[in-house]
């Protein structure tokens, strides 16, 4: 049987705390699944801790997560415990997202060296490593590369067992194996270009797509179809032509599960066939503005 379709969106920002929690409320009442937040140091976003407990604290049964938290900007030991106390919090409802850090502009605004793509996601795999080892109670102790921890013994614990469930996101073959090991859930996006400048383009279109979910597939053997396989909406457009789409907007993508247009009816049957030939059933969307375009795709395909 197909995965249940779910439905999330990135939200960045809210004029106040009230405002925040309407949003986050919406969200619920429009069956969204999952709000969600980015982690960057540059432009006008919240705070992904802080946004996702409010969040949590204004809802009872919308998920809150992150698409992504940057491993680079936070020890795994913090994080952990930043993680189990959302989790608790929440009542188990965070989904943690997690990727290396990859903008350049945050890296160079905040003096922090942005290290090549493998660097990044060697730490990012040692990261994963300690948080789960943390979360399992008990003392710990892990020595790597990139991390060391000496017999710490973290509380609280997180309520999920296991921990919460863990997204991971990205398009280049070295982070989708790591996914396929590591990752409850994972958002299929183009790879970002290694000088942090933004996605390669070279990695655009359905092919590369398809490509994507072929090494899933042999990375992960017998776990691949316990993977839950999502992707993020860059654009969706009833009833628009997306080459009257300016060049800002992810034309790339068009013929992928990333770009959606047409009738609302076409739109909908375009989501089932991604789910019936690729498995994916969880589309987030990444654009707050196209919010109200969303809401009947969500309103007739959630939970189905």
């Known amino acids: ?46 705070s992904p801790v802080a946004a996702m407990t409010a969040a949590a604290c204004a809802t009872t049964t919308l ?4 698409l992504v938290f940057a491993n680079d900007f936070r020890h795994p030991a913090v994080l952990a415990k930043e993680a189990a106390t959302i989790d608790i919090l929440s009542g188990g409802r965070l989904e943690l997202g997690l990727g290396t850090g990859w903008m350049a502009h945050d890296y160079e605004r905040a003096g922090l060296i942005l290290d090549p793509p493998g660097v990044r996601i060697a730490r990012l795999a040692e990261s994963l490593r300690v948080m789960k080892g943390l979360w399992r109670g008990g003392p710990f102790t892990f020595q790597g590369e990139h991390y060391a921890i000496n017999g710490l013994d973290q509380m609280p614990i997180p309520i999920s067992e296991g921990g919460p469930r863990i997204m991971l996101g990205g398009g280049g073959p070295k ?4 996914a396929a090991r590591e990752a409850d859930i994972v958002n299929l996006t183009m790879r970002v270009r290694a000088d942090g400048a933004g996605p390669d383009l070279t990695d655009s279109g359905r092919a590369a797509f398809f490509k994507k979910i072929d090494i899933m597939r042999e990375a992960a053997g017998e776990r691949f179809p316990d993977i839950e396989l999502g992707t993020s909406v860059l654009q969706i457009g009833l009833g628009s032509d997306p080459a009257q789409w300016s060049a800002a907007n992810p034309s790339a993508q068009v013929g992928t599960p990333q770009v959606l247009v047409g009738s609302l009816d076409e739109i909908c049957d375009t989501v089932r066939g991604w789910r019936e030939e690729l498995g994916i059933s969880y589309f987030v969307l990444h654009n707050e503005e196209d919010l109200q375009a969303f809401r009947p795709v969500v309103a007739r395909l959630a939970e189905l």
């Open 175 to 178: 982070m989708l194996a790591l």
């Open 1 to 46: 049987m197909p995965r249940t379709f779910r439905f999330g969106a990135v939200l960045r920002m809210a004029g106040s705390g009230r405002e925040w929690a309407d949003k986050a409320r919406r969200l619920e009442d429009d069956g969204f699944s999952t709000l969600l937040v980015p982690d960057h140091l540059v432009g006008p976003r919240f």
């Open 63 to 66: 998920k809150v997560g992150t």
